[in-house]
Every structure is written in C-alpha cells, then in structure tokens.
C-alpha cells in the first residue's frame, strides 16, 4: 500500500517558483514595452520539458552561470501560466477567455508540454465547440502544418466536409494561409456548389489584395493582372465545368466580368463556362494576356446522404413533425427540392416561425455579425397554405443582431424581421415578440406586424 502526497508536492514546487535564492535560467518573454523576466531552475525545466532540455543545453551562462533563454513570442501572461504547470502542475482557465486558451495551448505545444496541449485541445473540443466553428480561420493556420492537434484536425475535417459554409462564413475566413486553403479546394468530397466555391475563392483572392478598387468599374488591366497572380495557385482546382451555365447567367454582370477576366485562359476548351460572350457593358476590363494556369478537368465533387440520428421511440420535437423537419433541412442546405423524411440530413395558435443561424449565439458580444446563410420562416399549418421561406439579403450589413440588455432580448434576426424579447424573461408572459420589416431579409414570414407572446420554444444545435 502505497501514500500519495501529490497536494503538498505541488505546493512545494510552486513556492520554489518564487524562491530567487537558488535559480540559475532567466527567460525573458513577450516584446518591448511588454517583454518580462522570469528566474527559473534549470533541474526543473530539464526534467519538466524536452524543448527546454535542448535549449539549456546549447544556451551559453555567464559569469555568475545564469543561462539566458529568449521567446519574444510568448506573451507575459501565458507564459506565467506555463510556469504555474511546469511547477505546480495546476492551470486554472476558469476566468481565461477561449482566445486565450487557445494561444496556450499553441504555445504548450511549442515548448513539447504535450499533456497540458493535448488537455487544452480536449477541452476546447468538448466545450467550446461554436468558438472553434466561429475562428475557424485563427485556430486552423496554427494547427495546420503541425504534426500535433489530431484531435482539433478531425474536428474541423468533419466540418470542412459536412458543413464547408460554416468555414467559408467565418468571420476570419479571408485571413487563411493559401496552403490551408488549397488543401480544403482539393477535396472532391466538399458538400457545397462549385459557384459557391468559386464566389468565395474571389473574395479571399481580394483580401489578400487591400489595394484593389471596391467598385470593379474602376479595376485597371493591372489590378486584374494582381488577382490572377494572387490565385495562380487556387484556380486550377476549381470545377469549372461542373458549374451549370445557367447559374453562371443568373449572377450581375459584374460578377460574369470578373472571372471571365480572371480565367482568360486560349488553351481551355471553348465550352467553358466562365469564358461566356458576355453583353455589352460600359465596364472597362481590357483582355489579359494568356495566362500559364493549367487548368485539368476534375472530377465532380462527392455528395453524401446523412441520416437524421434519432432513437427509435424517442420523439424529435414536441412543436414540430419530421415533415417540418424535412423542409428545414433543404432551406439550410439551399435545396430546391425538400428531402424525403427518410434522408434529412440534419435538424434542427398555430403558428410555427423560426430561424436558422449557422454561427454560433455568443453572449459575450453586442452589436451586429453578418452571415449570408442565414434565413427565418413560417412553417404551412390551418391558416397558411405554404411555409414561407425568407432568406438573408446578400451583403445585407448584419444578419444577426446581439442586443444591448441580453436579460430582456435573445439575439435577433435582423434588426426586427424575427425577434424574441420579453421584459420579465418569459417570453409568455408579454406580447414583445415580433416579426416586423424586410431590411435584412427578402420577405416578411407573417402577416400582421403586431407583437406576439410565444407558447413554447425549441432549439436545436446542427453538429
């Protein structure tokens, strides 16, 4: 039988964290005005983490033998963390916002404390799941070229894969290395339309271009010369010929010149769709020379069926039917179709209105975020022949809105075309529930702009 004093132990530890009298390692973090020093041991360090084995190793002492160890990189407050672990082996994150959590465990995994990265990384799956969906751009080029975070990869795999609008929506989408991204447009099994693709590819290409006129009327033979060039790599990846012609005419002029620019390329086959005759036009965009992007034709892009995961006799809603459920599904999806109740692909008086989100509700935030895949709606009941489907506008300037006084209001869809609020808390209790204008979205899902209470509600999260 055996005693374990692990509490004392780490206490011990941590005091000597402080002990100045014995330290022989100063290492010195964060930059300039900022930069801090901390007196360490190097018995500890050496046994606590291979990375600071190596560097003792090569890091020169001075007269007094005091080996100085550098990291501008770390900032101040998460490298004291760090310490407070390599000691005491005790992290407390209970007040740490996930941004920083997430620089931590980045920076646990740099200096090869791979138990503290690889619990951060739990944690940041389990619990912060809509985080991660919402900065997908921030945590996927730390992750991306590092042999760790297998756990974090499979995550944003699954979603990559499954749910590719919740990456190309994310607010930090145009600030993705081109490699990351180049591996996403590589694979055939993207469930998402090749426009799609394509629209979002444009906009990522013109933020890595700050410099390019907004109004494309303005864009010279030069600038169009820049976009090719900050693509080059992208562009053959694109399914050109699996884009239906028809899409391609449905899209404003502006957005047939473009790629029709872009893409000007003598070698491809005169089917292309991307290269149509296009109408007379008073924008300027003189032809560009031959560009050296070859151009292979790729296979089309995999679809899959998914199962709606329900227990056998466990009821789905207490508000709606797996009919509603269907319809739902092919709104999200953009299906012009609704599914059969057999292959739906996920879920989410005698009214039924509702909305679909595909960002994550944060608390913490006031104020508006955009999404262009956002939409409300009126399901069909006794009174209404056909549910009524109203889709966000496109750069519409703020999708979702997160109110001021979060105790009286949920967050809204747009500014006022479907609110949930209440005084008290309850939202049936008083009448200040509404469905009221189109700034945001396309058509109005009820007929009175009266305000309304609300029976029951339910909330369902798409994983």
């Known amino acids: 039988m055996s005693f374990k004093f692990f509490d004392k132990l780490s206490q011990d530890f941590s005091e000597l964290l402080n002990d100045r009298k014995e330290y022989n390692v100063v290492i010195e973090v964060d930059k300039e005005e900022n930069m801090k020093s901390f007196t360490t041991h190097s018995v ?55 941004k920083t959590i997430n620089e931590l465990m980045i920076n646990a995994n740099e200096l090869e404390l791979k138990e503290l990265s690889r619990k951060l990384e739990s944690y940041l799956i389990k619990s912060k799941a809509s985080w991660l969906r919402t900065h997908f751009s921030l945590v996927y080029r730390s992750i991306f070229d590092s042999n760790e975070f297998k756990g974090l990869k499979k995550f944003y795999n699954d979603i990559i894969v499954k749910y590719p609008n919740l990456i190309f929506e994310s607010e930090d989408f145009t600030s993705l290395q081109e490699t990351a991204l180049i591996s996403i447009l590589k694979r055939d099994d993207l469930q998402i339309e090749e426009i799609k693709i394509w629209d979002y590819l444009i906009k990522w290409g013109i933020a890595q271009n700050p410099i390019l006129p907004t109004d494309l009327k303005e864009w010279s033979k030069k600038n169009f010369k820049a976009l090719k060039k900050t693509l080059q790599q992208c562009l053959p990846l694109i ?5 239906p012609g028809e899409v391609i005419w449905e899209k404003p002029i502006t957005s047939l010149v473009l790629p029709a620019r872009i893409i000007s390329n003598p070698e491809l086959p005169s089917t292309n769709i991307l290269t149509p005759e296009l109408p007379s036009t ?14 292979p034709e790729l296979p089309s892009r995999t679809t899959s069926t998914l199962e709606l ?9 207490t508000i709606i039917n797996k009919e509603y459920v269907a319809e739902i599904s092919s709104w999200v999806d953009q299906k012009l179709t609704i599914y059969s109740l057999t292959h739906i692909p996920f879920a989410g008086t005698d009214e039924i209105v509702g909305g679909y989100n595909p960002l994550a ?5 006031t104020g508006n975020v955009e999404t262009n895949d956002s939409f409300i709606f009126s399901l069909k009941n006794g009174n209404i022949q056909n549910s009524i489907l109203s889709r966000v506008k496109p750069n519409s300037g ?12 949920d967050p809204w869809f747009g500014f006022s ?16 529930c509404q469905c009221n204008g ?12 009266d305000g309304f209470s609300i029976v029951d509600y339910e909330v369902f999260k798409i994983q």
């Open 438 to 449: 189109i700034s945001c979205y396309e058509n109005p899902i009820r007929t009175t702009k």
């Open 282 to 295: 008073d924008i300027s965009t003189p032809e560009l020379p031959s560009a050296d992007i070859s151009t």
């Open 361 to 365: 509700w944060d608390n913490s935030r």
């Open 44 to 98: 500890v360090l050496r046994y606590r983490s291979s990375y600071f084995d190596k560097e003792l190793e090569n890091a020169p002492a001075n007269e007094n033998h005091i080996k100085t160890i550098i990291k501008p990189n770390i900032s101040a407050q998460l490298f004291e963390i760090i310490l407070k672990y390599i000691y005491g082996g005790i992290v407390d994150i209970k007040n740490t916002d996930t």
């Open 309 to 317: 995961p329900l227990r056998v006799n466990e009821p789905f809603s």
């Open 398 to 409: 703020g999708a979702l809105y997160y109110p001021m006084n979060q105790s009286m209001y």
């Open 417 to 432: 075309e479907f609110s949930m609020d209440s005084k008290v808390s309850n939202f049936t209790q008083d009448k200040m």
């Open 239 to 243: 399914r050109y010929f699996h884009i």
